[in-house]
């Protein structure tokens, strides 16, 4: 059974930092796209940021310059290192594996969600 253990998140003031981690097995990490989504109440789950097997990233424009994701291979664990952070960042956010192969296979696996709240 695949696992994705997020930690991280919490209360954050404007302005501030926040890192969430998630982490998984060695044969999903290894090959797997890794990825952030949120999704905020009333609205639809968003992709905020993913990083490939190869460390190739993409980025959700409204995060751009602010957030990064990052891969430890070692440790085979995905981190979102968010800055400057604005209210309408609040989101439960969500890790997420995702593969497609060339013959067309593909997978999804999640994590359970860590609220990331930013507020005064």
């Known amino acids: 059974q695949v696992q994705l253990v997020e930690s991280g998140g919490g209360l954050v003031q404007p302005g501030g930092s926040l890192r969430v981690s998630c982490a998984t097995s060695?044969?999903?990490?290894?090959?797997?796209?890794m990825g952030w989504y949120r999704q905020a109440p009333g609205k639809q789950r968003e992709l905020v940021a993913a990083?490939?097997?190869?460390?190739?990233?993409n980025y959700l424009d409204s995060v751009k310059g602010r957030f990064t994701i990052s891969r430890d291979n070692a440790k085979n664990t995905v981190y979102l290192q968010m800055a400057s952070l604005k209210p309408q960042d609040t989101a439960v956010y969500y890790c997420?594996?995702?593969?497609?192969?060339?013959?067309?296979?593909?997978?999804?696996?999640w994590g359970q969600g860590t609220q990331v709240t930013v507020s005064s």
């Open positions: 060695r044969t999903i990490f290894s090959i797997y796209t």
């Open positions: 997420n594996a995702h593969l497609v192969t060339v013959s067309g296979y593909e997978a999804d696996y």
């Open positions: 990083i490939t097997s190869g460390g190739r990233t």
